[in-house]
């Protein structure tokens, strides 16, 4: 190497500065698996040269885990009189991470949801509180109270919809990426209420805000976003089709090579069978035989019947129609019938949560349930459980599947979204081949998944075939590598495309 060369590579180069956005993040402030992404980025981002820091409401649970603070400055002027009461951003870390929290009591310091409140229904002033978090976004990106600004913005979900809408009307020349995560939930909003949001009339038009008569954060961030992505490649495709596009996907067509997807993955220090404090026994792919100690404490836990044996599927997540729980419920006999159990774990819509509830009077000791949600709880599922259930109609990229494979527990997925692109179908070609890791179907129907079930407990009763798959899914790269590479590869064409 010579010496121009070698003193090239030895120069320090300046990281790109990027402020996301997000109503949650890990592990502040979680409800789901927004909060995950939103956590694990900033570390995946920080080798490939990209710093990030990361924007939250101040939610009590926020505001206590502050670490010092090193700047704090009062919203500017515009965005004070917009809020009608006093906030201010506070610049600081904690937990490793760089954070800037929009301190608005006003708005944010309540306790339980960020989104729902205590009687039921979405808190009344959602419309304000998220158009307040993208507007002193915005704000921040170019810089507020001495406060130095970034190189690019990066909102997530229909909460941070407005930042890019509130930059583009402010002549800014920071770019913005708007992620996706699910599009069924867009924001939508009265159009009367358009009036507060401090923006000029010509935004609230078809090419604009304008939502079949209502005000759409999620169509704005996808609008004036300079770049869209969904969280897996497979969604990206999904809803720009009429079918699953829930009336947005001609917008998406239309923004052709700007929407792409970038498949999620997991932080695999946090998420580490080998480490996990909430396994009673810990394993690695070489020692999978360990499984058996938590898959004892998890039939315990949920009040099966003590059988190593008996094949045990398990489901996490919302006991919601997306999720396919009516269809687990519907193929039960496919695992009963066969001698298998099941465990779900999870909350939801008040009626599947009474089917839940049946299904485990009527099957003691081969039907267990917890309604509710506890971090542990759903750790020791993953590594206890045989096989993970995910019949998901729709899923924009799913993060249980990761952590099945992580924990060695194959997952059973409808071929669908980003449960499609990270789930290798273990058919007796990829057995032969050595590749399977789990089982998809298609079409998302009872009959399809119990089909499925079938052949997973096919698989489970030739142990040798068994832990071939396991080993297999374990030995996947489900970590944010291979993502965090293309997410900094958008945010620099995005920052070149601006100079």
Request: some cysteine; glycine content about 12%.
């Amino acid at each position: 190497m010579s010496g121009t060369a070698k003193r090239a590579a030895a120069r320090p180069v300046t990281p790109l500065r990027v402020l996301a956005v997000a109503s949650e993040g890990f592990p502040f402030i979680k409800t789901g698996g927004l909060a995950d992404v939103v956590g694990a980025l900033p570390g995946a981002l920080a080798p490939e040269g990209v710093a990030v820091t990361t924007m939250l409401p101040g939610y009590p649970a926020v505001m206590a885990a502050l670490g010092p603070v090193q700047a704090s400055v009062q919203a500017s002027e515009p965005v004070a009189d917009f809020f009608g009461a006093p906030a201010r951003l506070v610049r600081t870390k904690a937990a490793g991470r760089d954070l800037l929290v929009l301190d608005a009591p006003h708005f944010f310091a309540r306790s339980g949801s960020p989104y729902l409140a205590p009687t039921g229904g979405d808190w009344p002033d959602n419309a304000m509180r998220f158009a307040a978090l993208g507007r002193a976004a915005a704000q921040a990106a170019q810089g507020v109270g001495g406060m130095a600004g970034f190189d690019a913005v990066h909102a997530h979900d229909w909460q941070a919809g407005l930042a890019p809408a509130y930059l583009r009307f402010a002549g800014s020349r920071v770019p913005t990426l708007f992620t996706i995560h699910n599009l069924a939930f867009q924001g939508q909003f009265p159009a009367n209420m358009f009036g507060l949001l401090g923006l000029p009339p010509e935004a609230f038009a078809t090419a604009g805000l304008e939502y079949f008569g209502m005000v759409g954060y999620l169509k704005s961030g996808i609008w004036f976003a300079d770049r869209v992505s969904t969280v897996s490649p497979g969604y990206a495709a999904e809803i720009r089709t009429p079918q699953w596009g829930m009336g947005l996907d001609g917008l998406l067509r239309g923004r052709g090579n700007a929407v792409s997807g970038i498949l999620n993955g997991l932080d695999t220090a946090e998420w580490d069978p080998s480490a996990d404090a909430h396994l009673p026994m810990r394993f690695t792919a070489k020692t999978v035989a360990n499984r058996a100690a938590n898959k004892k404490a998890l039939q315990a836990r949920m009040g099966l019947a003590s059988n190593p044996d008996a094949p045990l599927f398990a489901f996490i997540g919302r006991l919601a129609w997306q999720k396919g729980v009516d269809l687990i419920l519907e193929a039960l006999p496919a695992i009963l019938d066969h001698g298998g159990q099941l465990a779900i774990l999870g909350s939801g819509e008040p009626a599947l949560e009474e089917r839940v509830h049946g299904a485990t009077g009527a099957q003691i000791g081969r039907v267990g349930s917890f309604i509710g949600f506890d971090e542990g709880f759903a750790r020791l599922c993953y590594g206890g459980a045989d096989f993970m259930l995910m019949p998901s109609r729709f899923e924009p990229s799913g993060l249980g599947q990761l952590c099945a494979l992580r924990y060695g527990a194959p997952p059973v997925v409808a071929h669908v979204g980003g449960l499609a692109d990270s789930v290798v179908d273990a058919n007796e070609m990829a057995l032969a081949s050595g590749v399977g890791t789990g089982f998809n179907f298609a079409p998302v129907s009872r009959e399809m998944l119990a089909a499925a079930i079938e052949r997973a407990i096919a698989l489970y009763r030739e142990p040798e075939l068994m832990q071939r798959v396991q080993a297999n899914a374990m030995a996947q790269d489900v970590s944010w590598k291979r993502s965090a590479a293309k997410y900094a590869t958008a945010f620099r064409k995005m920052v070149a495309a601006r100079a």
